[in-house]
């Protein structure tokens, strides 16, 4: 169990997402929290190896401010649509674009996580496919007035009021929520046995 397996060991989660913050306390893992404050450029390049790079930039800024006995955890998440990467919504108008995007269709949500150590790292990634419910134009602009979509990858929350759009999961729900649970005890586990934590 992870929070057996951290126990004794001093934490920072590098976000301020509070579904990540939700994951830990469920998770029973004594954490402290620090934002890395690091730009996220969306780019060509690979979304998933972006995701890792994303997390591990958190990951080395957060580290590099921090007792060097603190294990740093940290992520990225990114919603991918026909090859469109969907970041966070600017604006209303972006929300319903994107929106409007997934209606009706399967999309990816890709999550880089990076786990830093004193004695080393390890980055990986999960990804998940998530489809849509047809969506009309009145159901979009109720859910944008709810304000969720606006601080999340895709403009939507898949524990909140947009779980009322989705119609299938394949794969990790807590990936699609930004923290692939199964995917960090892997990561924790493999640096424990290592000696790198």
């Known amino acids: 169990m992870l929070d057996k397996m951290l126990n004794g060991y001093k ?8 579904r990540r913050r939700e994951i830990f ?3 029973g893992i004594c954490y402290e929290t620090q934002s890395s404050d690091i730009a996220e450029p969306l780019t060509g390049e690979d979304p998933a190896l972006q995701a890792m ?6 990951a080395e800024s957060v580290f590099a401010k921090s007792d060097q006995h603190s294990v740093i955890v940290s992520a990225d998440t990114i919603v991918l649509l026909d090859g469109r990467i969907l970041g966070k919504p600017e604006s209303a108008e972006q929300a319903q674009s994107y929106l409007m995007a997934l209606s009706a269709k399967t999309h990816t949500v890709i999550t880089g996580i990076c786990v830093r ?16 419910a047809p969506l009309t134009a009145d159901e979009i602009q109720d859910y944008i007035q709810t304000k969720e979509p606006m601080d999340k990858a895709g ?9 009322q759009f989705i119609t299938r999961v394949e794969g990790c729900y807590f990936n699609v929520m930004g923290f692939p649970i199964r995917r960090f005890y892997e990561i924790a586990q493999d ?4 000696g790198m934590l």
Do not use: W
């Open 11 to 18: 934490i920072i989660l590098a976000s301020a997402s509070p």
């Open 25 to 27: 306390d469920m998770l």
């Open 53 to 58: 790079r994303h997390a591990q930039n958190k």
């Open 117 to 132: 150590g004193a004695k080393g790292q390890r980055c990986a990634y999960e990804q998940t496919q998530v489809s849509f």
């Open 155 to 163: 403009a939507y929350g898949i524990q909140g009021f947009g779980s």
């Open 191 to 194: 640096l424990l046995k290592k």
